[in-house]
């Protein structure tokens, strides 16, 4: 299964970036075997790429809800049909 796994490094002042390196990148291999990574850069990034790469089956979202709704919204310009999968690692987290 074709996955992308999207992180936002700067989401909850930087953890984000700190836990995909430390141990989440190794865990979503363990689980889930090979992946593309995309690491944003600016906001509107994730909604960008992810709307031009439209051909994965599964997304999984590393950050907040910023992070999660740029994903969603990339999704939906690029119709994508894929399944998302959400870690939470924002401030907020209210819908991730």
């Known amino acids: 299964m074709k996955t ?14 700190r836990d995909f390196e430390n141990s989440i990148s ?6 889930i075997g090979d992946y593309e990574l995309h690491v944003t850069t600016c906001p509107g990034d994730a909604m960008d790429y992810v709307s031009r790469n439209s051909d ?3 997304i999984i979202s590393v950050g907040g809800d910023g992070t999660l709704n740029e994903v969603v919204n990339g999704m939906i ?16 987290n209210d819908f991730s």
């Not at 992308?4 to 970036?17: I, T």
């Not at 690029?78 to 999968?85: E, L, P």
């Open 56 to 58: 994965y089956e599964r």
């Open 4 to 17: 992308l796994v999207v992180v936002n490094p700067n989401a909850s002042h930087g953890e984000a970036g």
């Open 26 to 31: 190794t865990m979503i291999r363990e689980e």
């Open 77 to 92: 310009v690029g119709k994508s049909g894929a399944s998302v999968g959400i870690i939470a690692i924002g401030s907020g």
